[in-house]
T-cell receptor
């Protein structure tokens, strides 16, 4: 149990386009989802925290108008990278906590975004 | 400002021996610490955690030690196995893993057969 999926696993897009990444909790209800970004050989950096039905809380330095987060249901959160640029190329990972294993975060497999 | 640091980017250990991965933190408000294992192009997998009220937690081959006065924790893997080869991240949070996590920079462990 406690599986988190992400779609797509890999995406390549042109500069200036928008890309949507989905994060789903498959077998539990996720009250909170987190979005992280990892650059090569660097740490996972928290971008934002989203709670179902409310606006996401963004970390300092993360542009909320560029990285749109929607947590419309208890099993789905989406991250949209708007007007993507090559510097947005990274590995994006979501995690979720919910009604299983009190307060433990379960991570998705990640999405590799490459912006040409 | 890297609040959680793993000063060794890589570690190589012979199979069967002990692997010791270290982690230091600067924020005294951190109250809960975790270790994750990560393969390339995959999300982190939880290994073991410890709260600040303890100084040791053991789970099979994995033991985490916490020295709160030194703001230092370590992960011991014994005996090390080739399947343990991965990148290991330590992470810290306020009260539980349900709070936002601050990750270290990771240590790549290679276990030689």
């Amino acid at each position: 149990g406690a599986v988190v999926s992400q779609h797509p696993s890999r995406v390549i897009c042109k500069s200036g386009t928008s890309v949507k990444i989905e994060c789903r909790s498959l077998d539990f209800q996720a009250t909170t989802m987190f979005w992280y970004r990892q650059f090569p050989k660097q740490s996972l950096m928290l971008m934002a925290t989203s709670n179902e039905g409310s606006k996401a809380t963004y970390e300092q330095g993360v542009e909320k108008d560029k990285f749109l987060i929607n947590h419309a249901s208890l099993t789905l959160s989406t991250l949209t990278v708007t007007s993507a640029h090559p510097e947005d190329s990274s590995f994006y990972i979501c995690s979720a906590i919910g009604n299983v294993a009190y307060n433990e975060q379960f991570f998705g497999p990640g999405t590799r975004l490459t912006v040409l | 400002d890297q609040q959680v640091k793993q000063n060794s980017p890589s570690l190589s250990v012979q199979e069967g021996r002990i692997s010791i991965l270290n982690c230091d933190y600067t924020n005294s408000m951190f109250d809960y610490f975790l270790w994750y294992k990560k393969y390339p192009a995959e999300g982190p997998t939880f290994l073991i955690s410890i709260s600040s009220i303890k100084d040791k937690n053991e789970d099979g081959r994995f033991t985490v030690f916490l020295n709160k006065s030194a703001k230092h924790l370590s992960l011991h893997i014994v005996p090390s196995q080739p399947g343990d080869s991965a990148v290991y991240f330590c992470a810290a949070s306020g009260k539980s893993s349900g709070d936002k996590l601050t990750f270290g920079t990771g240590t790549r462990l290679a276990v030689r057969p």
